[in-house]
């Protein structure tokens, strides 16, 4: 039930556009997505429900399409702050009492000036 | 305000033995986290405890338990340790979203080593 997150790693130079993506074997209720500097501990990015919505933050946006139970993180404009490595996290339904958040294996970003 | 919180920094134990990880959410989240993060497999779910009662658990055999604490502080053990347990193991907390899992502020992580 791991989300599958492409590509594994890319290296953007300064300036340039990346575009990572989440895929799903299940129905999903939502999308979180995560960026992990190394040594340091995950910090959220943003939280996308169903319904295709889109959200940005600074020059990371993010789209959700339900229907192909697929996510899409959006890097435009790269800054050297933005390398890291980006984890989605997919929320399924687990059963009448809640909710499962998986993460896929994250894929490794490296901006370079 | 202070962060999330975990204790050890670094645990270093011998196959079999047992390991005892603890976690201090942010103070008025009551939802917390176990996450194992191994080399090359990201983060792999363990554990989800609000308002004091395991919500769900990741595909991890039963010697990985845990609880929580009526100050929603929370702690993770691992018996019978394997060298496969070797990993960093990350809390996060949450305020209460229902039944649906909100934004999540992960600690630093305790580095658990078997030897």
């Known amino acids: 039930q791991q989300p599958v997150q492409s590509p594994q790693a890319v290296i953007l130079r300064e300036g340039e556009d990346a575009v990572i993506n989440c895929s799903s074997s299940?129905?999903?209720?939502?999308v979180h997505w995560y960026r992990q500097k190394h040594g340091e501990a995950p910090i959220f990015l943003m939280i996308l429900l169903k319904g295709g919505e889109q959200k940005g933050h600074d020059k990371i946006s993010a789209s959700f399409n339900e229907k192909k139970q697929q996510s899409s993180l959006y890097l435009t404009a790269s800054q050297l702050s933005y390398s890291g490595t980006y984890f989605c996290?997919?929320?399924?339904?687990?059963?009448?009492?809640?909710?499962?958040?998986?993460f896929g294996k994250g894929t490794s970003l490296l901006v370079t000036p | 305000e202070a962060g999330v919180t975990q204790s050890p920094t670094h645990l270093i134990k011998t196959r079999g033995q047992q390991a005892t990880l603890r976690c201090s959410p942010i103070?008025?989240?009551?939802?917390v986290y176990w996450y194992q993060q191994a080399l090359g497999l990201g983060l792999q779910f363990l554990l989800w405890y609000d308002e004091g009662e395991e919500r769900n658990r990741g595909n991890f055999p039963p010697r990985f338990s845990g609880r929580q604490f009526p100050n929603y502080s929370s702690e993770l053990n691992v018996n019978a340790l394997e060298l496969e347990d070797s990993a960093l193991y990350l809390c996060?907390?949450?305020?209460?979203?229902?039944?649906?899992?909100?934004?999540?502020?992960f600690g630093p992580g305790t580095r658990l080593t078997v030897l």
């Open positions: 103070s008025g989240h009551t939802s």
């Open positions: 996060a907390s949450s305020l209460r979203t229902g039944n649906k899992i909100g934004e999540q502020f």
């Open positions: 996290g997919t929320e399924t339904t687990y059963s009448n009492s809640g909710y499962a958040l998986n």
């Open positions: 299940k129905a999903l209720y939502s």
